[in-house]
């Protein structure tokens, strides 16, 4: 492991490379059952080796829009904070201000902004109150997409954010919104 690490502990690595490489350490979870023990060591063994760390050190370097590299990044960061929860906290104690979110929920991708909506929901009962997103993100995310599922996390996530939030502080979310946006989202969630 440490040597197929080698490359993407160097900050300035070639995205194909650092590409690549995520996607060699996500092998492993195509064949192995997220109930056995090997996947446990394995998931143990990136973690012991700061594999979350180093990653979100490549998605904070600032540069270019890169859907590649965010993609298979957060991809990798997903599956280790749903299959292990001391790696859902490390991870989420990593994540040490809002920008990281905001970023991410910014993206042109529907893709990249369904991961980043994944992860801050598995993340959210650990993030620190200054990692949370502002709420101005997943309203604008309910306001322009057509995507239902991404309304729905967007929601959700609006939901927790409610919940942590003391209760002299508004969401903005208009009437209108609510009623046009977000009403048919939860009329499917109860329907189905």
């Known amino acids: 492991l440490e040597m197929i690490l080698m490359p993407i502990n160097d900050e300035n690595v070639n995205r ?21 023990q090997e996947c446990d060591s394995y998931v143990g063994s990136l973690m012991d080796a700061n594999v979350p760390k180093i990653l979100l050190i490549h998605l904070k370097t600032p540069e270019e829009i890169d859907f590649e590299k965010t993609d298979v990044i957060l991809q990798l960061l997903l599956r ?12 989420a104690e990593e994540i040490n201000n809002n920008s990281f979110f905001h970023g991410l929920l910014q993206y042109e ?22 990692s949370l997103p502002d709420h101005k993100n997943l309203i604008e995310i309910i306001r322009k997409s057509d995507n239902s599922d991404l309304v729905e996390k967007a929601m959700l996530c ?18 209108q919104i609510f009623t046009d946006r977000c009403l048919p989202v939860l009329d499917n ?3 189905t």
Do not use: G
């Open 16 to 36: 194909e490379i650092l590409c690549r490489t995520v996607k060699l350490l996500s092998l492993p979870f195509i064949s192995l059952s997220t109930e056995s």
């Open 80 to 91: 280790l904070a749903l299959m292990n929860s001391k790696a859902c906290k490390d991870l």
């Open 158 to 175: 609006i939901i927790q954010l409610q919940l942590r939030k003391p209760a002299n502080q508004s969401s903005d979310i208009s009437k």
């Open 109 to 130: 991708s529907d893709q990249i902004k369904d991961t980043s909506l994944c992860l801050l929901m598995k993340l959210f009962p650990h993030l620190p109150e200054d």
């Open 189 to 191: 969630l109860t329907v």
